[in-house]
């Protein structure tokens, strides 16, 4: 009995494991494609790139940052960004299931270009919609899948018994 017991053991350890893997794969993939600009195929836009680089990873909890980007008196629109995407997701390592993650921004015009049905003022996509987080929403049960897929070699299920 003490044998069986010991497999059962092993075998939620191991899903617990799984389960935790495609979590995390499918967070950080939601970072990347967040982060994604539009001139690289992606929705958020970007100029000067402050809201780019304002994405923060927290646990239980929103982590801080900065609300308001920094002057950038004399700067061309159009222009190179001055900000360059933050690395995020090492937080990921950590995180135990059960623990609420959150991928945050701080920046108020955030809200403004996702949810005012805003247009880009300049550039190739000058007058096309700012909407750059609706369409990660949609694409999460495909997030999941492929996350699932690349953290359980063979099993779609990710069941498997000692």
Same mark, same amino acid.
């Given at each position: 009995?003490?044998?069986?017991?010991?497999?059962?053991?092993?075998?939620?350890?191991?899903?617990?494991?799984?389960?935790?893997?495609?979590?995390?794969?499918?967070?950080?993939?939601?970072?990347?494609?967040?982060?994604?600009?539009?001139?690289?195929?992606?929705?958020?836009?970007?100029?000067?790139?402050?809201? &780019?680089?304002? %994405?923060?990873?927290?646990?239980?909890?929103?982590?801080?940052?900065?609300?308001?980007?920094?002057?950038?008196?004399?700067?061309?629109?159009?222009?190179?960004?001055? %900000?360059?995407?933050?690395?995020?997701?090492?937080?990921?390592?950590? /995180?135990?299931?059960?623990?609420?993650?959150?991928?945050?921004?701080?920046?108020?015009?955030?809200?403004?270009?996702?949810?005012?049905? &805003?247009?880009?003022?300049?550039?190739?996509?000058?007058?096309?919609?700012?909407?750059?987080?609706?369409?990660?929403?949609? &694409?999460?049960?495909?997030?999941?899948?492929?996350?699932?897929?690349?953290? /359980?070699?063979?099993?779609?299920?990710?069941?498997?018994?000692?």
């Amino acid at each position: 009995m003490a044998e069986f017991v010991a497999q059962i053991d092993k075998w939620i350890a191991a899903n617990q494991e799984r389960i935790r893997a495609v979590k995390n794969a499918s967070i950080q993939r939601v970072i990347e494609i967040a982060q994604e600009p539009v001139g690289g195929g992606g929705n958020m836009p970007v100029d000067t790139g402050f809201l &780019r680089a304002s %994405f923060r990873v927290g646990l239980d909890a929103p982590a801080p940052g900065p609300s308001t980007p920094p002057s950038t008196a004399g700067r061309e629109p159009g222009s190179a960004p001055l %900000f360059s995407a933050p690395v995020l997701g090492p937080e990921l390592a950590t /995180v135990a299931l059960g623990q609420v993650v959150f991928v945050t921004t701080n920046v108020e015009y955030a809200a403004y270009l996702e949810y005012l049905d &805003r247009q880009r003022r300049y550039g190739k996509f000058a007058g096309q919609s700012t909407v750059f987080i609706a369409p990660i929403e949609l &694409r999460w049960p495909r997030i999941v899948e492929d996350a699932l897929r690349r953290n /359980v070699q063979g099993n779609p299920r990710g069941v498997r018994f000692p």
